[in-house]
């Protein structure tokens, strides 16, 4: 090692400080589950002067809160990547990092015109940075530039359009894109937010030859490949989904990525790798209710880990209270011996739910290992009941065994009283039934 190159490290990592300092590096670049925005694809600078000569921006104040906190996800995604860079003893990729967030950073005396089209670039070409309490903000801004500064109303437009797409209104979303790429066809985050939009609109078809025609101008488009895998894999070809969602989490390892990657791995059945990519999304994002949800309900299905199940369905019960993480905590808790805690929380979803036949066959087989099967057959019987309804009268695998353990049961005289008959056909009450 020369002392040159000792030299030059030292003062790139002198440097690297200096913008630590500046950044402001103090927020938590794994409290946010964003997507990686590019870097503007244009000169985004002008001076004060025109900025203050602008009208439509008097609102928005240089450093006012409402642009920044359009920014913020930004510069939060950047400063992360300096993070990880140092990390990994990368001094020269730490430095672009921060160099990249100091860029987005607001300057005393800035120009809001440059910070508005920052804005708008980053909403062209990655919207999901974007949050919904944003939106008339955001919209407030590209209306501005539309109506002052026509450099860029291709870019501007193609944002307005992705913000038209969050609200629902797909359709109003496919005419301007289209519009825009009438005009500017080599426009990459026009065509990529065709296909995303295309795609949401159930068009997979179009939206898959857009985004192809993406892939080949620029083939480290995340988004591209996030939503071809979902596509491909709605049509059925699992493997083709499996090797987009692969290339993803390649490009962009984040909390999205691997979810998308474990629940196409899961949908093939392999579990072990499934469950290798549900981990990584929960490491990256420790507030995702989603990834410790996921984590624990494979690690249940596949069974010899019902502990590390529970406590990861728990964490996502805390995280983000719903009826299917409750319903599999139960069973959980029952694997692992604690009866009680299962019933009760089968109890609270057969009193929010109850017409969900699962959970009263739960407790039929909770009770029926605890040897109380007065409560075993009530439970099973209305589980018959519920998923003869569901299935419009006619016998299904779930009738016909449920069927067996109720006759059982009555066969052994376990109950008080004529029990009512059980028929393993096609019901005759079928239109009450319906």
């Known amino acids: ?93 730490a430095l672009n990092a921060y160099q990249t967030a100091g860029s987005y950073q607001s300057e005393q005396g800035g120009s809001t015109l440059a910070q508005h089209r920052i804005i708008a670039f980053v909403l062209a070409e990655n919207p999901t940075l974007l949050s919904r309490e944003s939106l008339g903000q955001a919209a407030q801004v590209l209306n501005g530039l539309l109506a002052t500064d026509p450099t860029y109303k291709h870019v501007y437009k193609t944002a307005q359009a992705n913000l038209v797409a969050l609200s629902g209104n797909l359709d109003q979303a496919i005419t301007t894109l289209r519009a825009v790429l009438e005009t500017h ?73 691997h979810l998308l990657l474990g629940e196409l791995l899961q949908k093939k059945g392999d579990a072990d790798e499934a469950i290798k990519q549900y981990r990584r999304a929960a490491m990256l994002n420790r507030q995702s209710a989603l990834a410790f949800g996921r984590l624990g309900s494979v690690l249940l299905q596949k069974g010899g880990a ?19 993480v409750l319903y599999q905590l139960a069973i959980a808790e029952a694997r692992l011996g604690d009866h009680d805690k299962a019933l009760q929380y089968l109890a609270r979803l057969a009193n929010d739910s109850p017409n969900t036949p699962d959970v009263f066959q739960a407790i039929g087989e909770i009770q029926e290992q605890r040897g109380n099967t007065k409560n075993a057959l009530s439970a099973y019987q209305r589980a018959h009941q519920l998923h003869t309804a569901a299935a419009g009268g006619k016998e299904t695998e779930a009738t016909k065994q449920l069927a067996i353990r109720i006759r059982k049961f009555q066969a052994a005289g376990s109950t008080s009283g004529p029990a009512p008959a059980i028929r393993t056909g096609a019901s005759k009450t079928k239109k009450r039934a319906k």
């Not at 002008?46 to 906190?69: M, N, Q, R």
């Not at 019902?306 to 299917?324: H, I, Q, S, T, V």
């Open 1 to 93: 090692m020369t002392p040159c190159f000792v030299l030059n490290c030292l003062q790139r990592l002198a440097m690297i400080v200096l913008l630590v300092a500046w950044a402001g590096c103090d927020s938590d670049p794994t409290s946010s589950e964003t997507v990686t925005a590019p870097a503007p694809a244009a000169p985004v600078t002008a001076t004060p002067t025109v900025a203050a000569a602008s009208k439509g921006f008097s609102h928005l104040a240089a450093d006012g809160p409402e642009t920044k906190a359009l920014l913020e996800p930004v510069i939060t995604e950047h400063l992360g990547r300096g993070r990880n860079a140092l990390e990994e003893s990368d001094l020269l990729g």
């Open 185 to 257: 066809p080599a426009y990459v985050p026009a065509r990529e937010g065709l296909g995303v939009v295309l795609a949401s609109s159930n068009k997979g078809d179009e939206a898959i030859k857009e985004l192809r025609s993406v892939l080949k101008k620029a083939p480290d488009s995340v988004r591209a490949r996030a939503v071809i895998a979902q596509l491909l894999s709605q049509a059925g070809d699992l493997e083709g989904a499996i090797d987009h969602a692969r290339q993803a989490v390649k490009l962009a390892s984040n909390t999205g990525n």
């Open 306 to 324: 019902d502990k590390e199940a529970r406590d990861m369905l728990n964490r996502a019960f805390e995280l983000g209270p719903n009826g299917d």
